[in-house]
Structures are given as structure tokens and as C-alpha cells.
């Protein structure tokens, strides 16, 4: 290092005060006066040689380096940094927007996002609850909002409840506390507690279930379910069935309750009754399918299945196969989802498409929206399914 950037840091001040002092036989002041003319040339000559390079070595991978660190190596102000490294740099030259990135890159800068939140009262985190992250569906749907929430600048926090409003109601006090910007509320048979997010006030987006009116609601993004319940019934008897099973959720829940008008309406249309020993409702997972299915084998004859997801149609083509029977010659099985692993199965799954990735997109960005701009209007989205045939019906 350096003798002159050695006197700044300081190892060899003492002795050069005191040379300096009986050499030229000043008292006290004339020292200190000495020193501070020293430190202001070492100041200058710190960045145009050896010493600067040392400072690099210094910060390089240090998780502490600052601003101002940066600030100083790129001989700018601090604000300046800031606005290059928050995107609002239209008024900075490219050569010291140039400058800043290389040393953000040079030494792993990485921003304090707790100091930063306090300023900008915004964290850039997003929470998302899901009840049940062991259903594929629900899988693909926090990979798209998590690479939507990336692409705005968020990161995102997941939350299981497996339906359980405790959990939930947990989950949320959680992210709360923790400063998420906005909640993503994915479906569920569960009613939020309107209170608890009254008082919250987080912004926050309802994914195919029911969430109160509430001011912090930025958007709902539905499946238009009775539709897609239609088609699947409507698809399977225009194929030649006339004992349809219906498996679903929770039976008391709006989004069973909505799926089961769409499929007896396609038997309506059809003129054909419904049978109401060929309905079993409880769940969406798969294991509700196996059992469903059994009970139905169990109690009444049918030549199809109409399932209201395709976790649900998995575990019915299961308990087919355990009685022997052969999908679809014997049973034809009709999902509901179309999540990415129904094509890949040894029979591809014949479902009802919901745009899944599309509908986390959507979710996201109508949050972000509603964040940058609360007076924004809510968005209410009904996406429209379609009917997949693939080899299983």
C-alpha cells in the first residue's frame, strides 16, 4: 500500500507529526494544521492511485458496502446511486449510470431492503396463500405469480393453509407484520375473515373463491365454473353417456355449489335427470378421488366421470383400475384444471382448460396495478374454460 494512503489510515500519522515538528520547530497548531493539509492532498490522491484500488479490494464481496461506498468510488452523490439503482435515471448521463452498474456488479452490491422499505414504505413482497401446495394446480399457479411478480421488480412469500382459516387467518396476520405490499388469495372453499382483513388493510387479490367487499380489494380473477361443468357433462353426453358421476369439494361451498348447476344444467339441455346417488362431494385432492370412487363402484353402475379437478380424475382413474375396469372403455374420466402433468400421464387426462399461468398474470399485475395506483379501478376478471379432449373420454 501506498505510503501516503498508509498516513490516512492512519499507521504512520504519529511519526510524521512528529517530524514534522521538530523539524520545523512549530508547536501543537502548526502540526495539527500540517496534518489536516496532509489528509486533504491523500483525500485526492486516494482515488487517482493506488489507494482506490485498495478500497475495491476492500469492499469487494463485503455484504456491508454502501451507497455512499459506491457513491464515493464513482465520484457521484449518494442520491445519484439511488436513482440509477431504483430505475429513475432519465435525468443521469449513460457514461455515470455506466459507471455505477459496473461497480454494483464489481462489488456484489446487494441493497438493504429492510433500510429501503423504510423509506419507500414498500418492501416489493407479495404474500401468497394457497390451501393445498401438494396439488399441482396450485403448484403452477404460484410458479407464474412468483415469475409475474419477478418481471415488475416483487418477490414473492408462500403461504399452505391446507384450508384450515386458523392457518389462514395466521398466515395473514403473518405477512402483515412482515410488510408485504399486497396478498394473493388463491382458491378456496374458505370465507376470509372480513374483520381481520378490514383491520389489515393489506391490498389484496381473490383467485375463484368468495372474499368480502372491501376497499383493499384490487381485482377478482374467476373461473367462470358453471360453464366449465356444463361443458364437461355437455361433453361427455354428446359422446353417447347417460350415467354421469359427479365428483367436487366441499359441498357447501359457493364453488361446488356453482360447478354442480353447470353440470345438471348440460343434463337439463339434454333432457336426462340426475341421479343423486352419482354425486360425491367433499375435496379437491386426490385421495378424495379414490375414495369418491369407491363409494360410487360401491353403490350405483355409471359409464363416466365428470371431476371437478384433475387431482380428482387421478384418483378416480385409480380406483378404476383397482376394480378392473379400463378408462376409457369402461369408464371414460374428465378432469377439470388441465394442470401441466394431465398430457403426461400413461392415458392423457381429457380435462376443462383454466389458463392457469395466464390467471397468476393476471392476479399479479392487477395488484401491482392497484399498488402504484390505489384510485385505480378494481378489476373483475371471469376467464372463459374450454373443453380438452385428449384420451381418457
Known sequence: MPQRAQTV??????????????????????????????IRASRVAMFDGGCRQAMLVELRGNVATTIKDIAQLAG???????????????????????????LVKELNYTPNSIARSLITRSSRVIG??????????????????????????????????????????????????????????????????????????????????????????????????????????????EAGHTRIAFVSGNPLASNTRIRRAGFERAHR???????AELIECGAFNHRFGLLATRTLLDRTSFSAMSCMSDM????????????????????????????????????????????????????IGALIDFLDDQTHPRRMVLMEPTVVQRETT
Open 312 to 363: 380428482l380424475a387421478m384418483g378416480a382413474t385409480v380406483a378404476l383400475r383397482e376394480r378392473g375396469l379400463a378408462v376409457p372403455d369402461d369408464c371414460a374420466v374428465m378432469g377439470f384444471d388441465n394442470i401441466y402433468i394431465a398430457p403426461l400421464l400413461v392415458r392423457p387426462l381429457s380435462t376443462i382448460e383454466r389458463r392457469i399461468s395466464q390467471a397468476g398474470y393476471l392476479a
Open 128 to 237: 401468497v396463500i394457497v390451501p393445498d401446495i401438494l396439488n399441482a394446480y396450485f403448484t403452477e399457479l404460484v410458479r407464474a405469480c412468483d415469475q409475474a411478480a419477478r418481471e415488475r421488480g416483487y418477490s414473492t412469500i408462500l403461504c399452505n393453509s391446507d384450508s384450515d382459516p386458523q392457518k389462514e387467518a395466521a398466515h395473514l396476520t403473518f405477512l402483515a407484520s412482515h410488510g408485504v405490499d399486497g396478498i394473493v388469495l388463491a382458491a378456496s372453499d374458505l370465507i376470509p375473515d372480513a374483520q381481520l382483513l378490514d383491520r389489515l388493510r393489506i391490498p389484496l387479490v381473490s383467485m375463484d373463491r368468495e372474499v368480502p367487499d372491501l376497499d383493499c380489494l384490487a381485482a377478482r380473477i374467476d373461473t367462470d365454473y358453471e360453464q366449465g361443468a356444463f361443458l364437461s357433462a355437455r361433453h361427455l353426453i
Open 76 to 102: 457521484v452523490t449518494a442520491a445519484t446511486v439511488s436513482k440509477v439503482l431504483n430505475r429513475k435515471d432519465q435525468s443521469i448521463s449513460e457514461p455515470t449510470r455506466d459507471r455505477i452498474w459496473a
Open 9 to 38: 489510515l492512519g499507521k504512520r500519522l504519529p511519526k510524521c507529526i512528529l517530524a514534522c515538528c521538530q523539524t520545523m520547530r512549530r508547536g501543537v497548531a502548526g502540526a495539527v494544521g500540517l496534518l489536516q493539509d496532509t
Open 269 to 275: 339441455e339434454a333432457g336426462l335427470p340426475v341421479d
